[in-house]
């Protein structure tokens, strides 16, 4: 827990540096794919930095994730198995060293993705879950590129610009309750989303 804390500081303190743009645009590439610290944290401390310029920094995220979302396919369609199929050293090393990318959950996507498609990609762009392990393995899978990039899209895209918002509406005293309720809000409306079109499939 001690490195990921050092990792979350590192991702803060750029925003106090003339790169934090950059930086927010690399985390955002780089967390889709293979990094464990979300670009959240480093977005809301640039909006609080300057408001005026709240819905770039959400779109520069947007963009950068999304793209990240296209490297953490090709990782898996690329680099996770060997020539005889199991899987290779690269994918063994996010398995031992990536928190919350579990064999486990990782397998346990295949039989998401054949019964949710698009619901799943937009469930993990838009809440706490790891999107990496969903791109990757929407790469080994061989799920559709542009289903990929269209659900990324929307849910990264909801995520980043609603918390933009929230920080430029309201400035620093929503802060505090974005890191408390942020996460539990996002399970909560996607939860809900997904009810009401699985609703609306059995009663229509």
Not at 30 to 58: H, M
Not at 59 to 77: D, E, L, N
Not at 87 to 97: E, P, R, T, V
Request: some cysteine; charged content about 10%; overall charge positive.
């Amino acid at each position: 827990m001690k490195i990921f804390r050092r990792l979350y500081d590192w991702v803060l303190h750029w925003a106090e540096s003339p790169y934090g743009t950059a930086a927010l645009f690399i985390l955002a590439f780089a967390e889709a794919s293979f990094f464990p610290v979300p670009p959240d944290p480093l977005l809301i401390a640039l909006v609080l930095g300057s408001q005026a310029k709240a819905f770039r920094f959400a779109a520069i995220c947007t963009i950068a994730s999304v793209a990240g979302a296209v490297g953490g396919y090709s990782i898996g369609h690329f680099a996770w198995y060997g020539a005889s199929g199991e899987y290779s050293s690269f994918a063994n090393l996010f398995f031992n060293n990536i928190p919350g990318f579990t064999h486990e959950l990782f397998v346990n996507t295949r039989a998401m993705y054949e019964k949710w498609d698009f619901w799943v990609i937009f469930t993990a762009g838009f809440t706490p879950i790891p999107f990496k392990v969903f791109t990757i393995a929407a790469g080994a899978f061989n799920i559709s590129i542009p289903m990929l990039l269209l659900a990324s899209a929307v849910s990264r895209g909801a995520r980043f610009f609603l918390i933009a918002w929230l920080i430029w509406k309201y400035g620093s005293s929503i802060k505090s309750f974005i890191d408390k309720y942020f996460n539990i809000l996002a399970l909560s409306f996607t939860a809900l989303l997904i009810g009401s079109f699985v609703l609306l499939k059995y009663i229509v």
